[in-house]
């Protein structure tokens, strides 16, 4: 066809219709270099309109775009050889490679020798790049020769390696497929149970060890308790199944332990959370006032009706979510009360459990658990003497050194048996000496509330004497007395005494006649603290020297009145 036929219909391929429009030479499918990429979807009733095609050695013409295509065969599975029919008699296999390589890369041509051949490419959509080459009129070089010219015919080909290959993919995406079936069905499958072994002494003493570890103890005790359930207890083996439920009994104080941390990390995750509930209600509330000032009437008579309307909707929004964390943290607090309450109930149902009281409950405790740790260790002291003669029975002589370990290990046992009850018996005496200060620290409570007591008598005796005293006009002097007595009164209760001793003998008394009074009631009263109280209080106390030459004598005086009688 001349090429004049190629550009007059109206209808022409995206390609050349993309380079009408923008002025740039229309690009060729097939033009080396140029990659692939499919056409969009066109109607079936609208024709493809074919371009000539300049190859090195050949030129090939597009066939007549109103004559009906050419059948051809259903496309086989993965295919990726082709037919190509109508080769020029003088075409070689390097003008094929040249003329279909553009389509993409060839693994192997056979070529026949009555003008066709067949073409296997690396790629199955390249096998439709080839096709777009079916009916194209080949012409080698400028030679009009029946030998040089011919009328290429492309279509599908039925190989045996395609359709391996073909099947060979399909079976690896069966296989992925089962795969993620069953790997989708492992997922959804609950776990089953692991086994349990079978009761023999070498399981039995490795899962006493078990029990004994925090990390497997779940899984020991579960062991324990199906061979419990089978009946696996009986008379020669009650030692060993009795030593490893006191090993998970003594479990529970560890499990008490971890409770406590994570009772702790609770608290502080709840205390976290109600600081942090408190800060976004604040911020609520700053915008809820923001939404209050824009509703006045400074503000709100600018903004337009539809403003209003979302300033409305907004604020109602904010309100309605305020309340809501606000009756939150009410409910929260209201939960803290409540315990806190519950709390101060069981205080005062037990005011004395603090103190000494819980210390020695708490010695108790500990008290208990050294004694069940010091059965446990009789147990297998036990249990090691049982094996040893079960051992010194059925074994020859030569075995002395396991005989040896088995007695350095009863010793050793012995030994922590030993520290165990010393340690014991340490805590007893301990428990004894904590009750006795106990008591002597009621008797002393007791002798201070006496003290008090007539600490307060002597107190309004000095009232009643200070105010049958005469006035005078020198108030300033009788209040100084006043507040000097009140101050002596209140430094120590002994001063109290000694005042009241030393009123009554207005001649004076040694400081050992003072100490020798002030021993009767308080056995931890010396000479030397009474003498630094008496010398802190020169208003109250005065020191004398009575009698000549060897007879001399320090007395002390009362002098606390001496300032009111004066005035």
């Not at 079936?181 to 899962?207: G, T």
């Not at 824009?294 to 979302?310: E, G, I, L």
């Not at 147990?379 to 396991?402: A, I, M, R, Y």
């Not at 002597?440 to 009232?463: A, P, W």
Request: glycine fraction near 6%.
């Amino acid at each position: 066809l001349p090429p004049s036929s190629i550009s007059t219909p109206a209808i022409t391929s995206p390609l050349l219709r993309l380079g009408m429009m923008t002025g740039i030479a229309p690009m060729n499918p097939m033009m080396p270099g140029l990659g692939y990429v499919p056409p969009p979807p066109l109607p079936q009733d609208l024709p493809i309109v074919k371009e000539i095609i300049h190859c090195q050695s050949c030129t090939l013409f597009p066939p007549n775009p109103h004559l009906p295509s050419p059948a051809m065969r259903e496309r086989p599975p993965g295919c990726k050889t082709v037919f190509v029919g109508g080769l020029p008699e003088n075409a070689t296999e390097a003008l094929i490679v040249e003329v279909f390589g553009q389509c993409g890369d060839i693994i192997a041509i056979r070529k026949s020798k009555k003008n066709f051949c067949h073409i296997r490419f690396t790629e199955e959509f390249t096998v439709d790049r080839a096709l777009f080459l079916s009916g194209y009129r080949m012409r080698l070089g400028s030679s009009t020769d029946k030998k040089d010219t011919g009328r290429l015919h492309v279509d599908f080909a039925q190989a045996r390696d395609d359709l391996y290959e073909w099947e060979c993919r399909q079976r690896m995406y069966a296989r992925e497929e089962r795969h993620r079936r069953r790997m989708e069905e492992d997922r959804f499958r609950p776990p089953s149970p692991p086994l349990i072994v079978h009761y023999s002494d070498h399981e039995c003493s490795q899962l006493g060890d078990k029990i004994k570890d925090e990390a497997v103890f779940a899984e020991a005790v579960r062991v324990l308790l199906t061979w419990v359930e089978r009946g696996e207890v009986n008379r020669r083996n009650a030692n060993n199944f009795y030593s490893m439920i006191q090993s998970s009994n003594s479990h529970i104080r560890q499990l008490m332990s971890q409770k406590a941390t994570h009772e702790k990390e609770m608290e502080e995750a709840k205390d976290k959370f109600k600081s942090a509930l408190s800060g976004i209600l604040a911020q609520f509330e700053q915008i809820v006032s923001v939404f209050h000032a824009a509703s006045k009437q400074k503000a709100w008579d600018h903004f337009s009706k539809a403003q209003r309307k979302n300033l409305d909707v907004w604020r109602k929004q904010a309100e309605e979510i305020r309340n809501m964390q606000n009756e939150e943290l009410m409910g929260i607090r209201r939960e803290e009360e409540m315990e806190m309450s519950d709390e101060d109930m069981e205080d005062t149902h037990n005011p004395d459990q603090s103190g000494p009281v819980s210390q020695a409950e708490a010695l108790k405790e500990e008290n208990d658990s050294l004694r069940c740790q010091l059965d446990a260790y009789r147990n297998e002291v036990e249990l090691l003497k049982q094996e040893q003669g079960k051992n010194q029975e059925h074994t020859p002589p030569q075995h002395s050194e396991e005989d040896a370990c088995r007695q350095q290990q009863l010793t050793f046992l012995q030994q922590a048996l030993q520290g165990m009850q010393k340690q014991l018996l340490k805590m007893c005496e301990e428990m004894k000496q904590r009750e006795a200060e106990m008591e002597k620290t009621v008797e002393d409570k007791q002798q201070l509330e006496s003290q008090v007591k007539s600490l307060k008598e002597g107190l309004q005796g000095l009232k009643t004497l200070t105010t049958h005293t005469p006035q005078v006009s020198n108030t300033h002097t009788q209040h100084m007395h006043t507040l000097q007595l009140y101050s002596l009164v209140s430094l120590s209760p002994s001063s109290g005494i000694i005042s009241t001793f030393l009123h009554v003998h207005p001649f004076g008394a040694s400081i050992e006649y003072i100490c020798s009074y002030l021993q009767r009631l308080n056995t931890k009263i010396n000479t030397g603290e009474v003498d630094a109280l008496l010398g802190r209080l020169p208003c109250t106390f005065k020191q004398e020297l009575t009698g000549v030459g060897a007879s001399l004598e320090k007395r002390w005086k009362f002098c606390g009145f001496e300032g009111i009688m004066i005035t």
